[in-house]
């Protein structure tokens, strides 16, 4: 069963098209990462699958039924990008507080465990560090148990250890089956955190996949080697070759097929090739070349 599913979603804010025909299916369990740069459409797709917002044209679907249904039989938890906290609560009462709105809630006890927040569990909310007002930020989301958690860029105001440890969180709430789609801009987060990472950029996918299926499909992979005195004239005739350049005896060859321009470089030439490095196309390249402006 599908937890979303978009078909051909269009938002329009008077002239600005913000999301332009988007088609997005995400199985149940599955944890995926909405990779784009800022004004792709993320946070907007994000509100329409809340229910927030209402599509211009197209329907949006979360395990099968519209998003107010999902949220009012208490399906979706959400991180967005603002929310303060009651200062005067603790964080025990504030999560108390928010998981009995919810009909099938989470244990009180097991929120604050997922969320690291068991020994803070009586300090009140404005005495409450950055790492640890989003720390509850991330049980309130995960309080009414829901089937699909949506995180929008959840880790923007942390430092790199509240990070890991929000990750670590988000993970053991993964574990559980449940379905998680986050908003980032950070590739090693989609990288890390993701099974796959969907790029949208001017509101629509550009590219969906695992990391590593995303940074194969862009032509930045390329070999090197040393040549010496040795001519370079047919090389970019091998298979999968888009360009060749020599600097200081080193020849660089750079290819969409890594390893059929490998194995034509020896199986073709005769060449004394020494040193040969690989250069795979890391996420940023593939981001990059998937997010520039047509
Ligand atoms: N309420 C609004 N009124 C008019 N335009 C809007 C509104 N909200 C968003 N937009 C525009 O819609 C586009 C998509 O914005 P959105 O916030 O969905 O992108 P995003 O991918 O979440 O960006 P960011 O990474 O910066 O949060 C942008 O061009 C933005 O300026």
């Not at 792709?40 to 329409?48: C, Q, W």
């Not at 927040?117 to 148990?145: H, K, P």
């Not at 989609?190 to 499909?217: C, F, L, P, Q, S």
């Amino acid at each position: 069963m599908n937890a979303i599913a978009f078909t051909d979603v269009t938002k329009r804010y008077g002239d600005v098209l913000a999301v332009d025909g988007l088609d997005l299916e995400v199985p149940a369990g599955a944890t995926v990462a909405l990779l784009g740069p800022n004004g792709a459409g993320k946070s907007t797709s994000i509100n329409m699958l809340l229910g927030l917002l209402r599509p211009s044209s197209g329907e949006i679907r979360v395990f099968g039924e519209p998003p107010e249904t999902a949220v009012a039989n208490g399906e979706i938890g959400a991180m967005l990008q603002e929310g303060a906290l009651i200062p005067e609560l603790t964080v025990a009462e504030t999560v108390d507080f928010v998981r009995r709105l919810y009909p099938r809630p989470l244990p009180l006890e097991e929120i604050l465990r997922l969320a690291d927040l068991t020994e803070l569990a009586r300090r009140r909310a404005d005495r409450l560090s950055g790492g640890q007002t989003q720390r509850v930020r991330f049980a309130l989301a995960i309080a009414g148990g829901p089937r699909l958690l949506l995180l929008d860029e959840p880790t923007a105001a942390m430092d790199v250890e509240s990070r890991r440890t929000f990750w670590d969180n988000m993970r053991a709430y993964a574990a559980r089956g449940r379905t998680i789609l986050f908003a980032t801009h950070y590739l090693e987060e989609a990288d890390e955190n993701a099974d796959r990472v969907v790029v949208i950029a001017r509101g629509r996918v550009v590219a969906d996949g695992t990391a590593a299926e995303i940074k194969a499909g862009v032509a930045g992979q390329a070999v090197s080697f040393l040549l010496g005195e040795q001519p370079v004239a047919g090389l970019d005739a091998l298979p999968g070759t888009t360009g060749v350049e020599l600097q200081g005896g080193r020849v660089t060859l750079r290819t969409i097929d890594l390893d059929a321009t490998v194995a034509a470089l020896y199986r073709k030439t005769t060449l004394d090739i020494r040193d040969l490095q690989l250069h795979g196309a890391d996420l940023e390249d593939a981001f990059l070349a998937l997010t520039k402006e047509a």
